[in-house]
């Protein structure tokens, strides 16, 4: 079964230090891959995805990720962070790429990024 | 704006009531879902609808039921609300290619 691990809960970093939030995830086929963004008491929005082709996907915000598919994971970065990207950061696999279930997604559990001034 | 509307946003119930959280979306979209966000747990899905007229359960139907009203709404209703269904519901769409899911801003449901 399809399945997201995100392995750190909450991370600390300095406003301007570079950031790595890490993605495993559990699939039989190529996945889909995504990462949302949660601000406080707002819905999620879309940060980039991953399909297939360049395994380094550029997203909004100045974030990327790079698909690494011998070690199932799909690690989001930015090279320098702003005290505006506090928020939870949710790492999702798309369902099977056939038929009806093509849409939905499993989550992992987020992390939860705390920036310090 | 285009996207996903949600409503209510916020919504107190007492245990055993019932409610209908109502969902719409205007970006022509096939597929849509229903979400809860609990601390710690991320999203798990609910239940879905591939295209109007099909619905399926996700990964926590139970208390639950679903409507696919035609290709814009899916509502989600709770018959007997239990506190355990204190959560927050996010509804979702995406359209034929299926590539990344748009979320509504969320319900803030709690039954006490």
């Known amino acids: 079964a399809q399945s997201v691990t995100q392995p750190d809960i909450h991370i600390t970093v300095s406003e301007g230090a570079s950031l790595e939030l890490r993605c495993n995830y559990s699939y039989g086929a190529t996945p889909y891959l995504f990462w949302y963004v949660q601000s406080p008491g707002q819905g999620l929005q879309l940060l980039l995805k991953y399909f297939s082709g360049d395994t380094l996907v550029q997203g909004i915000k100045g974030f990327e990720a790079e698909f690494k598919r011998s070690q199932s994971s799909f690690n989001l970065r930015k090279p320098s962070v702003h005290w505006s990207d506090a928020a939870e950061y949710f790492c999702a696999v798309g369902g099977d790429r056939r038929g009806s279930t093509l849409g939905r997604l499993y989550f992992g559990r987020g992390t939860q990024l705390t920036v310090w001034p | 704006n285009a996207g996903v509307t949600q409503t209510p946003k916020f919504q107190v119930l007492k245990t055993g009531q019932s409610m209908t959280l109502q969902c719409a979306q205007d970006m022509n979209h096939n597929s849509m879902y229903w979400y809860r966000q609990d601390p710690g747990m991320g999203l798990r899905l609910i239940y879905y609808s591939a295209s109007e007229g099909t619905t399926d359960k996700g990964e926590v139907p139970n208390g639950y039921n679903v409507s696919r009203l035609n290709k814009r709404e899916f509502s989600l209703r709770l018959e007997s609300a239990a506190p355990s269904q204190t959560s927050v519901y996010f509804c979702?769409?995406?359209?034929?290619?299926?590539?990344?899911?748009?979320f509504g801003s969320g319900t803030r449901l709690t039954v006490v």
């Open positions: 979702a769409s995406s359209g034929v290619n299926n590539r990344g899911s748009t």
